[in-house]
């Protein structure tokens, strides 16, 4: 399904088209195709095992699809022949279209021996080449958006959950993404921190980036997202606006989803 934000003459930022991936016999996604246009937000939801981490890790290549294209803004990602030994074809436009892609895991991923400030400030300088100066005043005003700037000096260590977890956001925004993918980013906190991540993700949303994101949270997907994915089994079973997904489900799967409060 394309919404209606991508029916323009403008490409959506995304594109993935039928989208395969195995790990040995297991057939994990068996044919997703799915877009998201510029500023808008997608909630990829499900039971767990339905495929939606392993999709969100295909389209920055984490996870390589043994079949299907992979397209951001228009330029589709070169790969090898399909199967699974596929890989990207072309190692410089792979790190090119990486370094316009911030991703926020489920794990903090902060590396222990460095500062938070350093831990932001590490992709922009060793992957993108930017000067210091500069590279430093804007992962302190990213630090100051998601509201740890006293903590610029500080190592993972001395940080809450919530804290790591927003340092993480703050690295992945300080490389200027033109698309956020976020993995769970709450499922490893603990419920009162929680709201610190998800009010940080809204704000983000509001100020209309372009993101992808994997939840078990319903009504923060509800809540944030302009369109909703319901996946099962590695396929689509259901997608469309969130007051639609939610309000109104067609599929019966769904509805059996939403009505048990069920957990990815």
């Known amino acids: 399904m394309i919404s209606a934000a991508n029916s323009s003459a403008q490409p959506p930022l995304l594109q993935l088209e039928d989208i395969h991936k195995s790990f040995g016999t297991l057939e994990v996604l068996r044919g997703i195709s799915l877009t998201a246009g510029e500023g808008e937000v997608v909630a990829l939801i499900g039971s767990s095992g339905s495929g939606k981490s392993t999709l969100l890790r295909c389209i ?42 911030g991703m926020v895991f489920q794990s903090f991923n902060l590396w222990s021996h460095m500062s938070v400030l350093d831990n932001v400030m590490a992709a922009p300088l060793q992957v993108q080449g930017r000067e210091k100066a500069e590279v430093r005043e ?3 005003a990213m630090l100051e958006k998601v509201g740890i700037a006293q903590k610029a000096d500080a190592f993972p260590a001395q940080l809450s959950g919530g804290q790591q977890q927003r340092a993480a956001i703050a690295r992945a925004l300080c490389i200027n993404p033109r698309l956020m993918l976020f993995d769970e980013p709450t499922s490893a906190l603990d419920p009162e921190l929680e709201g610190e991540v998800l009010r940080v993700i809204r704000l983000l949303a509001e100020e209309g980036r372009t993101m992808v994101l994997v939840t078990h949270d ?37 509805q059996r989803f939403l009505a048990a409060g069920q957990h990815a």
Do not use: C, Y
């Open 60 to 101: 920055n290549l984490l996870e390589v699809p043994d079949r299907g294209r992979v397209v951001i803004g228009g330029e589709a990602v070169a790969m090898t022949s399909e199967g699974p030994h596929r890989r990207a074809a072309d190692e410089k436009q792979l790190r090119r279209i990486r370094s316009g892609i």
């Open 138 to 140: 804007e992962a302190l």
């Open 218 to 254: 319903m009504e923060f997907a509800r809540s944030v997202a302009r369109r909703a994915v319901f996946l099962h089994e590695g396929l689509i079973e259901e997608e469309g606006p969130v007051r639609e997904v939610f309000g109104a489900p067609r599929s019966e799967r769904l």
